[in-house]
């Protein structure tokens, strides 16, 4: 039998299933939250409701943008350079290189990166709307930039054979990023000069 009252005991292990949150820290979330205002609580549940509701993918580069926006602001912006695309796995890798204000082209987000071990093949990551961007023709240089891992540089080969018949420039990140490392925590300079010191793939 558990001594904690119901709802209190839901919440602690609706936390547990986040990542990086383990028992202590989902019990100590709760608990603060039964002490604070209930204005906190109202504010976080209305603020969840909403990530589902509210947010959809771009149909352009399948970054995250506003519920009922069929292009993100970045695809809709005439002052972003068309002919430069960089490839990234996440969301959150948009967000990193956009804060180092170095980059002006356009973004293609896969959502994930090939993974055999994992069963993630070409058709469960956006590679195939990658491909149908390029053949439009006003692409010219694709930077991709999947993260210094096993998978991310697979995934970058992977991707240079099906945009090879394209006669494009085809860069990736300079070294100098962790290995093994995700884009999402490198610092701006780290990420700036991966950016500006680009090599062919
Ligand atoms: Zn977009």
Redesign the pocket.
Known sequence: MSVLPKPLERLIFAFERLPGIGPKTASRLAFFLLKSPAELSKDLSEALREIKSSITL??????I?DAGRE??????STERDEKLLCVVEEPLDVLALERTDGFMG??H?LHGVLSPIEGIGPDDIRIRELVDRVKEGKIKEVIVATNPSMEGDATALYIRQQLEPYNIRMTRLARGLPVGGDLEYADQNTLLRALSGRQDL
């Open positions: 771009c149909s352009v580069c399948f970054n943008t292009k993100c602001e970045i695809c809709s356009r973004y987000v």
